[in-house]
Structure formats: structure tokens, C-alpha cells
């Protein structure tokens, strides 16, 4: 049988009963720290992407979910530690899309706490923001405080096992640019556990140009491309979100190098929706080939432009870039907490709603978990070859 809180999810999303390709044993998927236990990769990703030993300090390797789990949700990029740091909400989270009772309700499986350095920190009179590292070190500590609020649900990915009926947390950082004063900093991040960054967000910066800032004069800077380098070396990935196409080709030939797997937390498709921050059918091919993951956006204004976007419009997307990129190549990353999300996927608990809205359009179960979090799983065992 489906695990019940599942169930009742699945019923109450979508009026109807438990689909039966997903009925499974009751436990939730378990951890495990042994890499030996880590399954091969999809044929489409080379044998330099997975990992052959993992450090420590870093998240353990998860083990595969049964085919016809319930599928439960690895979420690339949710903004919640934004709202603790800028907006003053509690880190025990009593409102907001991710919430002890959300996370329960979506069956979650893991989520990536990110976090946002925003440019407009610390403006001056011109009202030009000047971020820095220390800020990012505070963000870090409202990250810890969601994670220690919640001890009965969240367990530090970091720190090895996570126990089977409890949510991995993992950290990302988004709009990087801070780093620009001392990229060497960003390797005690890393070692704390971050696992994806992004070196931009809505401003170019000294370190990439931004996929909405009217400034593209550059991809990388120098420094950009050092910053690129530092991070994969240091085992984490960079994340393309946000990024300017040709930011987004020069990081494609860096991690060439490092036979790296591209990673965008929280893109959809520019075909479906013409705006800047998706991604391009090349991209999106781009992303395939590496052995990489493009996280589905829940955000109304990147699923739909012109109209209110809802469920079938994120399931279009999905189709969508499974098509361009494949299917083991497309993961979630809501931007839950960060944004407005799409009617019909309003937080966290909707997760079971979206995972039969992908069964009901014809993808099979195991292609489900790919999506829900083997995609992400697969990213998250590569360590650069010195490691």
C-alpha cells in the first residue's frame, strides 16, 4: 500500500484515489552513506560524472527509490531562509510554502534551502546594493536555524545518514557576486555543505552577467571564470539559473573540463514561455548532454506568460524540456518561498497533486521518480576526479 499521508494527499490533490502504479511498501525511501550502494548512471551520463569516493564533509549518496514508490520530492530551490533573514518570518515557519505540515503533507524527500545574497543589500544612495560575505555567513545561520527548529522533519544532509522519515536539507547559494571581494571564501560554503552555486542573480555582477540585467557585455569575468573554477574543484556545481546565454556557454566549457554535469536549479523552457530566464531549446540539450538537471519553476510568470498559468502548464513545461533534454535529465526546483507560485501547486504539499498530474499525462512511474529525485540524486554523486 501507498504510505497514508500519500494517499490522502494524492485523493485530496486530484479527487481521486491512490493511482495504482504507485502502490509500494509503507516505508519511505532510506539513506545511505555507502557509496557502493549508489546506482550506475543513465546511459546518457559519462563515466566521469559519477563518483568514486565522497567526501565527508558532503551529503551522503541516496540510495535509488523503488520503482513504484511514492515518489517524494528532492525540491533544487526553495527560498525560505530569504524570508527568515529579509523578511523577519520564525525559522520554526509557522506560514509560507515550506512548513513542517507542507513538507509532511508533500511527502518531501529533500529540500535545498537556499542561500539569496540579493544585490540590492546594503544600497547606497544611488540605490546600488553592495552584498557581502557576511551576509552570506548570516543567511547561512538563518539556514541552521530552520534546520534545528524542525528536528522532528529536517536532518542536515551534511552531517551522513538521514534517517528514512525525515526531509535531507541541503544548502544552495543564489546571486553570488559577494564572493567577488574573496573567491577563496566560497570554499569553506562548500565544505559546510553547499552543494549547488549560482553566481548571479537578477544584476550582473563582477562575477557573471544576468539573464535580466540589460548589461550582457560579458558572460564570465576573469575573475567569473576562476570563481567557476574554484567551486568545481572544491566538489560542489555551478547553477546556470539566472545566468545570461552567453554566461551560460562559457560555464558549459568549463565544466567540459571537469566533466561536470550542468545544473539549473529552477528553469523552465523559453519556447512555453518567452522571458529571459528560461533556457533555450540548446540549452536545454546542452544540459542533456552534460549528464546534468534543469529544475521545473513552479513560478506562475516563468511557466505562462500572458495568461495565469496552472498545473497543465507546469506539466507542459515538464514534457516539454524531458523532450529537449531527456528524461534523465529534468528534476524540480520550485522557488517556493521566492515567488508566486502556479495555481493548482500553491506550497509544498502539492507535491503528490503534481506527480499524478505527470502519471496522468503519460509518463510511466519510474519516469516519475526520475523527475521527483533521481535526476537529482545522479547530480549530486559527482565530485570533480581529485577527489
Known amino acids: 500500500m501507498v504510505t497514508c499521508a500519500f494517499a490522502l494527499a494524492l485523493a485530496v490533490g486530484c479527487d481521486r484515489g491512490p493511482d495504482p502504479r504507485l502502490a509500494v511498501s509503507s516505508k519511505p525511501v532510506a539513506a545511505s552513506s555507502d557509496p557502493a550502494v549508489a546506482p550506475a548512471p543513465t546511459a546518457s551520463a559519462s563515466a566521469s560524472i ?20 511514492a515518489p517524494r520530492a528532492f525540491d533544487m530551490h526553495c527560498d525560505t531562509p530569504y524570508q ?45 546594493g553592495h552584498p557581502t560575505i557576511a551576509d552570506a555567513d548570516a543567511i547561512f545561520e538563518a ?14 544532509a551534511p552531517n551522513g545518514n538521514v534517517p528514512a522519515e525525515k526531509v535531507a536539507a541541503f544548502v544552495t547559494i543564489e546571486g553570488a557576486g559577494a564572493f567577488a571581494e574573496d573567491i577563496t571564501q566560497i570554499d569553506r560554503f562548500i565544505k559546510r555543505g553547499v552543494r549547488f552555486v549560482g553566481p548571479v542573480h537578477m544584476k550582473s555582477d563582477k562575477l557573471a552577467s544576468s539573464a535580466t540585467d540589460p ?13 567557476c573554477d574554484r567551486v568545481y574543484t572544491a566538489g560542489a556545481l555551478i547553477d546556470v539559473s539566472h545566468m545570461s546565454d ?15 554535469p550542468i545544473v539549473a536549479t529552477h528553469s523552465n523552457a523559453r519556447a512555453l514561455a518567452k522571458v529571459p530566464r528560461n533556457l533555450t ?16 519553476n513552479f513560478y506562475d510568470k516563468y511557466v505562462k506568460v500572458g ?23 529534468v528534476g524540480i526546483g520550485s522557488d517556493f518561498d521566492g515567488s508566486d507560485p502556479t495555481d493548482g501547486l500553491p506550497n509544498a504539499s502539492a507535491f ?5 498530474a505527470l502519471l496522468d499525462a503519460g509518463l510511466s512511474p519510474e519516469d516519475v521518480q526520475k523527475v521527483f529525485s533521481e535526476n537529482v540524486k545522479r547530480v549530486l554523486r559527482w565530485r570533480p576526479a581529485s577527489n
Do not use: C
Open 143 to 156: 539556514v541552521d536555524k530552520i534546520v534545528d527548529a524542525h528536528p522532528d522533519v529536517l536532518a542536515w
Open 50 to 69: 559519477v563518483a568514486t569516493a565522497r567526501p565527508a564533509n558532503l551529503a551522503p549518496e541516496f540510495e535509488p527509490a523503488p520503482p513504484l514508490d
Open 215 to 227: 548589461d550582457q557585455s560579458y558572460g564570465l569575468t576573469d575573475l567569473g571564470k576562476k570563481f
Open 352 to 356: 503528490p497533486r503534481f506527480a499524478q
Open 281 to 296: 531549446d540548446d540549452q536545454l540539450r546542452l544540459i542533456g548532454e552534460s549528464g546534468g538537471v534543469v529544475g521545473i
Open 307 to 329: 495568461a495565469k498559468a496552472t498545473l497543465d502548464d507546469v506539466v507542459a513545461q515538464a514534457l516539454y524540456m524531458i523532450k529537449l533534454a531527456g528524461i534523465d535529465h
Open 84 to 128: 527568515i533573514f529579509e523578511k523577519g518570518r520564525s525559522p520554526t515557519l509557522p506560514k509560507g510554502h515550506i512548513t513542517e505540515a507542507t513538507l509532511r503533507e508533500g511527502h518531501v524527500g529533500g529540500v535545498f534551502l537556499a542561500i539569496y545574497i540579493s544585490d540590492k543589500l546594503h544600497a547606497d544612495k544611488k540605490g546600488v
Open 246 to 260: 552567453s554566461g551560460f556557454m562559457e560555464v558549459v566549457e568549463i565544466a567540459k573540463r571537469y566533466g561536470a
